[in-house]
């Protein structure tokens, strides 16, 4: 978690030639024609400078991290990294917190997740899991509470699959809420308690795109980080899938987590295919790919705009494919909304569902 120097803004505010580039894969400019990746640089230089907070520091919370923006510039200036510095000087300088940020950052605290609830992780499955395992599988927030059906699908396929793992019942939040909207401080006691718990392990895999990214970037990990979808391609290249579904068109939504930073783009394609199904692609795909609208804490921060973008990928999916897939809990939250809110005519489906419901 280093911190920028505001010289080391300026240097990188100097490189930006204008050239725009951004402009064409941020989906907060793509629906608002303002808040520009390179506005955000300037926004920050006043955010540091400034002992009032600028009239424009929201700028910076306008925007889903999605990192498209680093991937693009050809300067190769940090903006999402620009961003996190803006973000946090705000929440320390001015102690900025949108009202929900607050709650949630509160309830992450004294309950591990950021819904409040006290109920187990696990309080959805109905099968003794192996106590001890040298792999831990780390859910996440969203699916231990808002997506059970993909947790369950998660750990059919893996048992399908021969997978040994466990689940700790110390499983807290990763704490990528709570640094994405500015909040380092607590994020670091988060990241120092959940330390200890994954040291126990040889491998931790993630199940959340978002837990995957924060904890390969933010924790200082000796064992082996995957992200589920990495497992299961592992493991199924050699499996004979025989799909009682019938061969069809569907289109794949990256998450933006696992792609740009990561590289994670052919998995969850090649999978897909070997379930049966021909897959069209966004005209932005892949590393430029657009993103669903709900990350970098946008539900919270601008629920409207995060609801806009994920709009914006069902029209566009649509115009190729009836069946969306994504791996993200993230983003079949959002897409799911925005296709209830705007009356969107589409299926939008879970890749572990769908390949629990096939697997022998
Ligand atoms: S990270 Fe994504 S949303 Fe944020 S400024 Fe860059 S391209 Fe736009
Ligand atoms: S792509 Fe990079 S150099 Fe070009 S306008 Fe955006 S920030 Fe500036």
């Known amino acids: 978690m280093s ?3 505001i010289k080391e803004i300026e240097e990188e505010l100097d490189k930006c030639t204008k050239c725009k580039l951004c402009e064409e894969v941020c989906s907060i400019f793509l629906f608002t024609k303002k808040f520009t990746p390179y506005d955000k640089l300037k926004v920050v230089k006043e955010i540091f400078q400034n002992s009032q907070k600028p009239d424009n520091w929201e700028t910076v919370f306008l925007c889903t991290k ?3 923006c680093d991937y693009i510039c050809p300067e190769k200036i940090p903006l999402t990294k620009i961003v996190d510095e803006g973000r946090k000087t705000c929440v320390e300088k001015w102690g900025i917190q949108y009202p929900r940020q607050k ?3 509160q309830n992450i605290l004294d309950t591990g997740n950021p819904f409040a609830n006290s109920e187990s992780r696990t309080a959805w499955l109905d099968k003794e899991l192996a106590k001890k395992s040298k792999n831990l599988l780390h859910l996440g927030c969203m699916i231990s509470y808002t997506n059970s059906k993909m947790g369950k699908s998660i750990i059919n396929v893996l048992e399908k699959l021969g997978v ?3 689940i700790s019942p110390e499983e807290f939040c990763c704490g990528y809420f709570v640094y994405n909207t500015g909040n380092h401080k607590v994020a670091k006691q988060i990241i120092e308690r ?7 392990y040889e491998q931790i895999i993630t199940a959340c795109a978002g837990c995957y990214t924060f904890i390969k970037e933010h924790y200082d990990l000796n064992n082996q980080l995957k992200h589920v979808i990495e497992i299961i391609f592992e493991k199924i290249q050699n499996k004979k899938i025989d799909p009682s579904i019938k061969r069809k068109l569907a289109i794949f939504l990256d998450s933006c987590h696992l792609t740009r930073p990561h590289g994670i783009i052919e998995p969850p394609r090649v999978i897909l295919e070997k379930m049966g199904y021909e897959l069209k692609e966004f ?3 892949k590393e430029k790919g657009l993103c669903c609208g709900a990350d970098g804490g946008m539900r919270i921060i601008k629920i409207d705009f995060a609801l806009e973008m994920g ?3 069902l029209e566009k999916a649509i115009e190729k494919s009836n069946t969306i897939f994504t791996l993200c809990p993230f983003c079949i939250h959002n897409l799911k909304e925005a296709a209830q809110t705007f009356a969107i005519d589409i299926q939008i489906k879970d890749i572990f569902e769908e390949l629990d419901k096939i697997l022998p």
């Open 283 to 285: 005209d932005l795909t």
């Open 194 to 200: 959940n330390s200890i718990e994954f040291k126990k």
């Open 164 to 166: 040994d793992f466990t």
């Open 66 to 68: 999605c990192e498209a």
């Open 311 to 313: 709009k914006n990928r």
């Open 3 to 5: 911190k920028l120097t």
């Open 103 to 105: 709650v949630i950052t």
